[in-house]
């Protein structure tokens, strides 16, 4: 399980059959391989880690649900640990789908809504961007806004988005399951 609070972002190095290799942050002490990364929100598992590079395995289901065939730079995230703090929301790491980014106008970003997905996409409601735990600050049939702080453009990918960027989102469990249960009023 994951927070959405991302701790850094780094480069892809290559992407070579179904790898990706990333950098390795320095931060990243005590890697173990099978360990679960969220990389841009997507919950990997180490496949291999050196100095410099951590490398994981990319099935095709992945590269289909995910912006990870195309990204440049990947936000990561460590798992939660069982005695950790809790900050953010909910993020499994299971990547719903893809959208574009569209424009940005001062601290808002705007997104366009993902079809099928509209019902989830609920104002004051958590998303997860590109693993970043994030509050929707509007919508609407077609479009959704985030507002952005400083300290999260700094410290992830999203202060890097250009017009028409793929990027992945994860639905917050919790309003999945209520709406599961419940639908939208």
């Known amino acids: 399980m994951f927070t959405g609070i991302v701790e850094t972002f780094v480069p892809v190095l290559s992407r070579e059959k179904n790898i990706l290799k990333i950098a390795r942050p320095a931060e990243f002490k005590n890697l173990k391989i099978g360990q679960s990364i969220a990389v841009s929100g997507a919950c990997l598992s180490i496949l291999k880690f050196e100095n410099d590079s951590i490398s994981f395995e990319i099935l095709d289901e992945t590269f289909a649900r995910t912006n990870l065939k195309s990204a440049e730079f990947v936000n990561l995230e460590r798992a939660l640990p069982v ?20 424009r940005k106008s001062g601290e808002k970003f705007f997104f366009e809504m993902s079809r099928g997905f509209e019902k989830f996409f609920i104002e004051k409601g958590s998303i997860s961007l590109n693993g970043v735990s994030l509050t929707i600050a509007a919508e609407n049939e077609k479009e959704f806004c985030i507002c952005l702080i400083s300290q999260t453009l700094g410290k992830t990918n999203l202060g890097k988005l250009k017009s028409l960027d793929a990027v992945n989102f994860e639905i917050d469990f919790l309003a999945k399951l209520f709406l599961k249960n419940h639908g939208r009023n």
């Open 83 to 102: 005695d950790g703090r809790f900050e953010g929301h909910v993020v499994s790491g299971h990547v719903d789908g893809v959208l574009k980014f569209l």
